[in-house]
Nanobody
Framework: QLQASGGGLVQAGGSLSVSCVAS????????MAWYRQAPGKQRDLVAS???????EYADSVKGRFTISRDNAKNTVYLQMSSLKPEDTAVYYC???????????WGQGTQVTVSS
C-alpha cells in the first residue's frame, strides 16, 4: 500500500515537499520513484531513487526537484522548488520495474501551482 501526502496549493516560484509511505517489508531493497499525472495527460515518471540512493530526474524537473528516501521509515520524499504552473498534477509514488511498477497505485497527492 502506498500513501502519499503533503500536496497543496503554492504560488509559482514557491516550494513544496511531498512524501509517500510504503507498506512493504522489502522497501529498503527496491527502487522508488515519483510520478505525476496532469488532467487529460498520461502519468509520467518524475524522479527515481535506487536502493543505493542513486537518483535520476526527468529533464523538466532537473535542478528543481530532489528525491530522497528514509528506509527506516519506509518513506520516499520529493522536495520541489522553483515550482511552475506546469508542475500542477497529482503526484504518485511507486517502485519502478522497467516500464512497469511493482505496486498498485495509491490515491496520490494533488499539487497545484498558481501563476
Amino acid at each position: 500500500q502506498l500513501q502519499a501526502s503533503g500536496g497543496g496549493l503554492v504560488q509559482a516560484g514557491g516550494s513544496l515537499s511531498v512524501s509517500c509511505v510504503a507498506s512493504a517489508s522489502i522497501f529498503s531493497l527496491i527502487p522508488m520513484a515519483w510520478y505525476r499525472q496532469a488532467p487529460g495527460k498520461q502519468r509520467d515518471l518524475v524522479a527515481s531513487i535506487s536502493r543505493t540512493r542513486g537518483t535520476e530526474y526527468a529533464d523538466s524537473v532537473k535542478g528543481r526537484f530532489t528525491i530522497s528516501r528514509d528506509n527506516a521509515k519506509n518513506t520516499v520524499y520529493l522536495q520541489m522548488s522553483s515550482l511552475k504552473p506546469e508542475d500542477t498534477a497529482v503526484y504518485y509514488c511507486n517502485s519502478p520495474i522497467g516500464e512497469y511498477t511493482r505496486f498498485a497505485w495509491g490515491q496520490g497527492t494533488q499539487v497545484t501551482v498558481s501563476s
